[in-house]
Every structure is written in C-alpha cells, then in structure tokens.
C-alpha cells in the first residue's frame, strides 16, 4: 500500500520561497513516477511538476524556471521547491504516486501514467 503524507504549506508573501515536502512510503513508490499537482478554489485539478524513476521531470509551462521537483531516494521523501511565488499559486498542494486504481488521473503534460495514489494535501497561500 502506497502512503503519501505533504507538509511544508503555509501562507506566503509574493516574491518570496516555500518547499513542500511529501513522505514516500510502500511498493518501493519512490522509484515510480511521482508528481506535485495542484486544486485551487473554484478550479479543477492541475499538473506542476512530475519526475520519473530516472529522474526526468515535466513541469506546466506556468511554473517552469520557478518551481522544481526533486527527491531524495535516501529519505523516501519528495520535495517541490517553491521560488517567486505568485498569488496564481495558491492552491491545495498534493504529491501523487503513479498507480492504476479507481482514482488514477492522468496529466498529458507528464511523461508519467496515470497517478492513483494521493496524499491529503496541503495548503499553500500566497499573498
């Protein structure tokens, strides 16, 4: 059973930095695909940032040369790193692993499959 628990999320100034981190854990999960998407008030559902076992990554053309997906395989941890953050960057933040189940979503802008294991989220606001 994949597990995938965020943290980092917080009320932020514009201009300024923030780094999410998630917890990676079951069926060796940090060695899939593993992305950050996002869910703003009113909105559906978008793709940030993805990154392959390999460690190739895809990012959404708005957050391109600001935010940047890693991950520390040592650590089972995933980290989306937050630069001159926008208040279009408000969101709910959620880390995904690559999984087919009931839930799976897939995001044409990844090299990834479908991700079907989610974390609960957290809250990043950008003022």
């Known amino acids: 059973q994949v597990q995938l628990v965020e943290s980092g999320g917080g009320v932020v100034q514009a201009g300024k930095s923030l780094r999410l981190s998630c917890q990676v854990s079951?069926?060796?999960?940090?060695?899939?695909?593993l992305g950050w998407f996002r869910q703003a008030p009113g909105k559906e559902r978008e793709g940030v940032a993805t990154?392959?076992?390999?460690?190739?990554?895809d990012y959404a053309d708005t957050v391109k040369g600001r935010l940047t997906i890693a991950k520390d395989n040592a650590k089972n941890t995933l980290y989306l790193q937050m630069n001159n953050m926008k208040p279009e960057d408000t969101a709910m933040y959620y880390c995904a692993a690559e999984g087919r189940t009931p839930v799976a979503y897939e995001w044409v802008g990844s090299r990834c499959g479908a991700f079907g294991y989610w974390g609960q989220g957290t809250q990043v606001t950008v003022s």
């Open positions: 079951g069926n060796s999960a940090i060695n899939s695909c």
């Open positions: 990154i392959q076992g390999s460690g190739s990554t």
